[in-house]
């Protein structure tokens, strides 16, 4: 199957500030989603993008299938961003998700 | 319109009895998946279903565990005779239709306590 890596595990910042989390993949997948897991454990959809750019407000994605990476970026980040963010894929021809083991992003006031 | 919808979100069991998982999709979605969360680890894919067919359970442990998708009702993940390590959280997803390009979407997930 697939491996999923994310990159930085961990993330802190403050405030107000952008941060760009990376997502890459051992294989093309033609199924990838972005999540954010908050606090409370409830999975957020925040972009089904297996290929080109999405923006939703403050967040955005890219993925670049034949590189095999996608990309999340949260600009002027807020204490709510607080969480931990997955993205998973799966394999073309195939169903089931393969998640990565999350980016834990830690927003300071 | 509701989104994926489980019950019950907290169910504590001690070792050696069965826990019964309930997940209802998105109104329109005939597609269910089944993820499980250990602590502090991403999500890892059990089984997928459609009404009445399990399509893929290459992720179900061979022992103990069964899901079903009846033509009426909800889908349903069984544990029988749970034991501390399946103390997780058990996620629900459902889509509208097959072939992997769709987006999968999310239930608030069971939490299993196995005491």
């Known amino acids: 199957g697939i491996q999923v890596e994310q990159s930085p595990p961990d993330l802190i910042l403050q405030e107000g500030a952008n941060s760009t989390l990376r997502c890459n993949f051992s294989d093309s997948v033609n199924n990838l989603q972005w999540f954010h897991q908050n606090p409370w454990g409830q999975l957020i959809n925040l972009f089904y993008?297996?290929?080109g750019t999405k923006q939703n407000g403050r967040l955005s994605a890219t993925t670049v299938a034949t590189e095999r990476y996608s990309l999340l970026y949260i600009s002027s980040s807020q204490t709510t961003d607080s969480g931990v963010y997955f993205c998973?894929?799966?394999?073309?021809?195939?169903?089931?998700?393969?998640f990565g083991q999350g980016t834990r992003l830690t927003i300071n006031p | 319109n509701a989104g994926v919808m489980q019950n019950p979100r907290h169910l504590v069991r001690r070792r050696g009895q069965e826990a019964r998982l309930r997940c209802s999709p998105m109104?329109?979605?005939?597609?269910v998946y089944w993820y499980r969360q250990l602590p502090e680890e991403g999500l890892k894919f059990m089984v997928y279903?459609?009404?009445?067919?399990?399509?893929?359970e290459s992720g179900m442990p061979k022992e103990r565990f069964s899901a079903e998708f009846p033509k009426e009702g909800p889908s349903i993940l069984r544990i029988q005779q749970v034991v501390r390590g399946d103390s997780a959280a058990y996620f629900c997803?459902?889509?509208?239709?097959?072939?992997?390009?769709?987006?999968?979407?999310f239930g608030p997930g069971t939490r299993l306590l196995v005491l």
């Open positions: 997803a459902s889509s509208p239709q097959t072939g992997g390009m769709e987006t999968q979407y």
């Open positions: 993008i297996p290929s």
């Open positions: 279903l459609q009404k009445e067919n399990i399509i893929d």
């Open positions: 109104k329109g979605h005939s597609h």
């Open positions: 998973a894929g799966a394999r073309t021809g195939a169903q089931k998700l393969v």
